[in-house]
């Protein structure tokens, strides 16, 4: 068997909003065999792509969603940094709310919230 990589779905906030609730968030990290296999492991947690097409997302906004391509990545990333390092740099997301969920293969989800603000 193909060794098991991450891919990370990075959602656009079309029309002005992010979408998140118990399946999605911000970045989407799903561990599959490859890309193919991921963009539809993505689409079973309700990413969907072509939005602006379907009249589901804002055209001049752009897709909420794109299909991942490409070899993955061996652990979880966001931007070439390790998704915990950058769900707390996240500028978008208050302190506690969920950055990332990944989903590994074995059907485990993991959070990754926004770092509370530390006590000045």
């Known amino acids: 068997?193909?060794?098991?990589?991450?891919f990370c779905f990075h959602q656009n906030n079309s029309?002005?909003?992010f979408v998140?609730?118990?399946k999605v968030t911000h970045y989407v990290i799903v561990e599959a065999a490859?890309?193919?296999?991921?963009?539809?492991l993505a689409q079973?947690?309700?990413?969907?792509f072509?939005?602006?097409?379907?009249?589901?997302?804002?055209?001049?906004?752009?897709?909420?969603?794109?299909?991942?391509?490409?070899?993955?990545?061996?652990?979880?990333?966001?931007?070439?940094e390790p998704a915990d390092?950058?769900?707390?740099d996240s500028w978008f997301a208050s302190p506690g709310s969920p950055v990332c969920y990944i989903y590994h293969f074995d059907g485990t989800?993991?959070?990754?919230?926004?770092p509370a603000k530390e006590a000045a």
């Open 109 to 114: 989800k993991e959070t990754i919230l926004k």
């Open 34 to 40: 490859d890309a193919a296999h991921a963009n539809v």
């Open 50 to 80: 072509n939005g602006c097409n379907d009249g589901t997302d804002c055209e001049c906004c752009g897709d909420r969603w794109y299909p991942v391509d490409g070899a993955g990545d061996p652990s979880p990333m966001i931007y070439r």
């Open 15 to 17: 029309g002005g909003m």
């Open 20 to 22: 998140v609730n118990k």
């Open 1 to 6: 068997m193909t060794p098991l990589k991450f």
């Open 85 to 88: 390092k950058a769900a707390k």
């Open 44 to 48: 079973g947690l309700g990413i969907y």
